[in-house]
């Protein structure tokens, strides 16, 4: 089956393929150039580049590999009725090593008890699978956890910025030419300046230049808002009855939860810095308001519902500034 949001999604349509096309530092390049021998644990900011490497690697080695959203499927049960039935199982399709990988992303998100089951799953397929893991928040994951895996600092060295940096710029030039867009040198500059060393930010604010239909990006574009959520973010301030919020942020968004919470948490927050400034003095409520949904998401069964919780909470904070 075609996946669309692979080919619409600038995220996903432009995520890297193999290790060349990833933009890091050469530590990192020359640790995985051979293959995953052991279990690595990737941390560093947000859009760096982690979950793209850990797919990456498993694409250019031919591993099969089970991607889970550890933030969405935090439950012990993920562990008995999926990654355990992962790695006991082998197909024809598998890599010639018989190396079978578990992609566990945002694994600060996981419950102790996901935790404990994990580092005995961990130990009773060691000789068969292989357990790569991202955070942003590396002090959220426990010490007997880390310690399963080699942890690998996706954080750039001053060294480093400056060449990512370079590569950045150069892809970012590279997309805009892909999606028929053109982009003066100095907003290029800015552009990613702004957003370093958040890439997965950087293709949103390209993708929201293109929902808008610029075509022709300048400094004055960069200095003003464009995002992928934008349509949200217009939505909250709009004040729109309920009923609507609640049928397009259903239509447009309930697969993208964990992306527009985060977005509201980040990008909105330049969004009323740029279009709404006299709502900057609400910004800490609103911040507080967003932590509090994203840590509520993984008990809801329904995670729409805590989506549209959160929007209602800040039109309340925004309606009652007024």
């Not at 640790?31 to 690697?57: C, D, E, I, M, R």
């Not at 600060?108 to 130990?123: I, R, Y």
Request: some cysteine.
């Amino acid at each position: 089956m075609k996946n669309v949001l692979a080919d619409t999604i600038f995220v996903e349509k432009y995520r890297p393929k193999s290790l060349d096309e990833l933009i890091l530092p050469e530590r990192i390049k020359k640790k995985l150039a051979n293959g995953v021998y052991q279990h690595l644990l990737f941390y560093s900011s947000p859009g760096t580049g982690k979950t793209s490497t850990a797919k990456a690697v498993c694409e250019q080695f031919n591993y099969a590999y089970d991607y889970i959203n550890a933030s969405n499927e935090t439950s012990v049960d993920v562990i008995r009725e999926r990654i355990e039935k992962w790695c006991s199982t082998f197909s024809l399709i598998d890599s010639q090593d018989g190396i079978k990988v578990v992609i566990l992303d945002e694994l600060d998100g996981v419950s102790d008890q996901f935790n404990k089951a994990l580092k005995a799953t961990m130990e009773r397929f060691q000789g068969t699978s292989r357990f790569i893991a991202t955070t942003n928040y590396i002090n959220k994951i426990p010490d007997n956890v880390q310690s399963r895996f080699e942890l690998i600092n996706f954080d750039f060295t001053d060294d480093e910025e400056k060449e990512v940096f370079r590569g950045y710029v150069k892809r970012v030039y590279e997309i805009c030419k892909a999606e028929g867009m053109e982009i003066e040198k100095d907003a290029l500059v800015e552009l990613v300046k702004r957003k370093f060393p958040d890439m997965r930010s950087i293709l949103n604010v390209l993708q929201g230049y293109k929902n808008d239909g610029i075509i022709k990006i300048t400094l004055e574009d960069v200095k003003k808002f464009h995002g992928v959520y934008k349509d949200v973010f217009e939505l909250i301030f709009n004040n729109v009855a309920p009923d609507k919020n609640y049928q397009h942020l259903v239509s447009e968004y309930s697969h993208r939860v964990d992306d527009v919470l985060a977005t509201l948490g980040n990008d909105f927050i330049e969004f009323i810095q740029l279009e709404k400034p006299t709502h900057i003095k609400f910004i800490p409520q609103i911040i507080i308001e967003v932590a509090k949904h994203q840590a509520q998401r993984v008990h809801v069964i329904d995670n729409v519902v805590t989506l549209l919780s959160c929007v209602f909470s800040i039109q309340s904070i925004i309606n009652n500034a007024k």
